[in-house]
């Protein structure tokens, strides 16, 4: 009954494969983002999307691309994957009343 | 420019010793103060929101306009508080989230 789920879970790729990341929400939430978090770092936003027809950059987009199909679902790629994208990858949705939701994580390996 | 900034990235105390783990800010405008936590392998959770003034699992936070800070605390660790604790901040509205680099918590016993 997980809220904001994400798939896969984990995925080893190699450099240079073409790769995306999947986010579902049965929130109802309009906002939904994609966010790395490295040791060390924290989290940084790669893209935001406030709704269906409103896509943003975030801190580090490049080398990243994403799609918001539906209100519920919003997808992350990487057009050609390089190691020091490696990462724990995290989907999130928000709302002014209820605040973040978090997903459970995709931990990505590129090689 | 948004910028939050957790100044240790681990921290270690006794159980049953008081607990303080550092955010600063820096924000043009009246931000919304967040603390998350993440436990090993799991999702990130809400553990406070300044605007709502509670007190979740013993810990309290309070925003220092004046010193842009918001420091978390609890006056007596517990052995379940070991996770990784973030800092974060947004406009008004819930709008993107602005994260500081973490601190990781370990309580010993």
């Known amino acids: 009954d997980a809220d904001v789920t994400q798939t896969p879970r984990n995925r080893i790729t190699k450099t240079g494969k073409r790769i995306m990341l999947e986010c579902s929400q049965t929130?109802?939430?309009?906002?939904m983002y994609w966010y790395r978090q490295d040791p060390g770092l924290g989290l940084r936003l790669i893209y935001y999307?406030?709704?269906?027809?409103?896509?943003n950059k975030g801190e580090i987009s490049d080398g990243y691309s994403v799609s918001r199909q539906a209100q519920a679902k919003f997808s992350l790629s990487l057009e050609s994957a390089i190691p020091n994208q490696t990462a724990l990858y995290f989907c999130?949705?928000?709302?002014?009343?209820?605040?973040?939701?978090f997903g459970s994580g995709t931990r990505l390996t590129v090689v | 420019a948004q910028r939050v900034t957790q100044p240790e990235k681990l921290l270690s105390v006794f159980k049953g010793a008081p607990v303080e783990l550092k955010c600063n800010y820096s924000y043009s405008g009246s931000p919304e103060l967040f603390w998350y936590v993440q436990y090993s392998r799991q999702r990130l959770q809400l553990l406070l929101r300044h605007i709502s003034r509670e007190s979740i699992k013993g810990f309290t936070a309070d925003l220092n306009k004046g010193e842009t800070s918001f420091h978390l605390k609890k006056p007596f660790a517990q052995e379940e508080d070991s996770a990784m604790y973030y800092c974060a901040l947004s406009g008004q509205g819930a709008q993107k989230l602005v994260f500081g680099q973490g601190t990781r918590l370990t309580i010993n016993p």
């Open positions: 929130k109802g939430h309009d906002r």
């Open positions: 999130a949705t928000s709302d002014p009343v209820v605040g973040y939701t």
């Open positions: 999307s406030f709704d269906v027809k409103d896509i």
